[in-house]
């Protein structure tokens, strides 16, 4: 759905209530996901779409476990009603757009291309009853990629993908860089960060037979992000 440029995002008060019955396919989802990250998994707190408008999305605080849960299983996700709020960017260098290929441990999208950075929005981007997502894709942006803030010209809300299976949804944002690729992929290695093993810069013209080529090797969102954002 389209998004305003400047998309305010609400905390409500209250927290979400978990049936009882469902609490043993939670753990053994959870016990999984563990595996599979070895055990680096922290049960924080993410923040849940309620509702939502152009202009704003209004949700509340629930445990990372029970996104984790959804992600594993549609049914389970559709019983808990959680739909977990993540912030994604596409990064527009001068050279191209970033892609980045998730590594198999991960926990949601396992090593499949999108454009980096992207996250889920958590406690900490609450301030005062509102949740900063610029601040969100900030934090991304400095822990996945290790891209100074300072090197970002522009940030705007572009869309807002919801994936009907796991409840997930992406909100969209555009960062225009005049930093090229070769600064940005040292950025990368000097962080040390292994969210990605792989990253590419893929100029506009050749968007179109980078997509094709990939095909269900890419997330699913990224092609809509991109069309949002006018380019491709």
Known sequence: MPVASDIAVELLPGTVDVAAGLEPAIEAAWVAAQVRARGRLFNGRVFSVTG??????????????????????????AALGVRPLAVCGVLRMPDGILFGRRQLGATYEAGLWQTPPAGSVDAGAVRDGQVDAVGQIRT???????????????????????HAATGVHDLAFLLQTPARFAEVAACHAASGCAEYTELRAVPEPALGAFLCAEGDRMVPAAPLFLRAAGIG
């Open 140 to 162: 991304e942006l400095a822990e996945e990629i290790g891209l100074d803030w300072s090197r970002v010209d522009d940030c705007r809300a572009i869309t807002l993908v919801q």
């Open 52 to 77: 939502l408008a152009a202009g704003r999305i209004a949700g509340r605080l629930v445990e990372y476990r029970l996104a984790v849960a959804a992600y594993a299983d549609p049914v389970l996700a």
